[in-house]
């Protein structure tokens, strides 16, 4: 139980293209889902948590308007990074969480490089 | 700030060979501590919750441990297959539910 879905695994794409990424949890219901970013060696950072059909809260530092997430419904959201540059390449990664305090599940990630 | 540190950041150990890694954390209080094994290019994969001081939780050749500063996890008579990425991350008091990881510690287990 507790599977949680990211799609796509791997995204290559030119400066300046926009760029949406899928979490779905598949068996259960997520209230909350969360989207973190982890840098080689780095330890996985928080960027910004959604409720479903809620605004997102972003983390100090993460640009709101640079990463635009959308949470749906309880099984879905969705993280687009627009105009994305060299410097946004990293590895994305998304939870969900059936309740407050309750273990997240992790999908398996989104290596994202841009050219 | 809250706050996790792991140590080592990289142990090698031979298959059997038992061992523990740390996990210290400063947190606002906390309401859960978490550990998650984390495999090249895949997700963290959930382990365990620990919720208070002196809570244990096993899961085969897995142990975890909490006090009020630090967790362990205790690896028992480790194989290759437990080679992986430990991450330990705590959940701080208050009402936002992001998790603060720590850099993971890297455990590589030989034949």
């Known amino acids: 139980g507790a599977v949680v879905s990211q799609h796509p695994s791997r995204v290559i794409c030119k400066s300046g293209t926009s760029v949406k990424i899928e979490c779905r949890s598949l068996?259960?219901?997520?209230?909350?889902m969360f989207w973190y970013r982890q840098f080689p060696k780095q330890s996985l950072m928080l960027m910004a948590t959604s409720n479903e059909g809620s605004k997102a809260t972003y983390e100090q530092g993460v640009e709101k308007d640079k990463f635009l997430i959308n949470h749906a419904s309880l099984t879905l959201s969705t993280l687009t990074v627009t105009s994305a540059h060299p410097e946004d390449s990293s590895f994305y990664i998304c939870?969900?969480?059936?309740?407050?305090?309750?273990?997240?599940?992790f999908g398996d990630g989104t290596r994202l490089s841009i050219l | 700030e809250d706050q996790v540190t792991q140590s080592p950041e990289a142990l090698r150990l031979q298959e059997g060979e038992s061992s523990s890694l740390n996990c210290s954390y400063t947190?606002?209080?906390?309401?859960?501590l978490f550990w998650y094994r984390q495999d090249p290019g895949k997700g963290p994969e959930f382990l365990f919750t620990l919720y208070s001081a002196g809570e244990e939780k096993e899961k085969e050749r897995l142990k975890a441990t909490l006090t009020k500063k630090e967790s362990f996890l205790h690896i028992t008579a480790p194989k290759p297959e437990d080679s992986a990425t430990y991450l330990c991350?705590?959940?701080?008091?208050?009402?936002?539910?992001?998790?603060?990881f720590g850099k993971g510690t890297h455990l590589i287990i030989q034949p």
């Open positions: 068996d259960f219901q997520a209230t909350t």
């Open positions: 939870s969900a969480s059936g309740s407050s305090g309750e273990a997240q599940h």
């Open positions: 947190v606002s209080g906390l309401r859960g």
């Open positions: 991350a705590v959940l701080p008091g208050g009402g936002a539910d992001g998790l603060t």
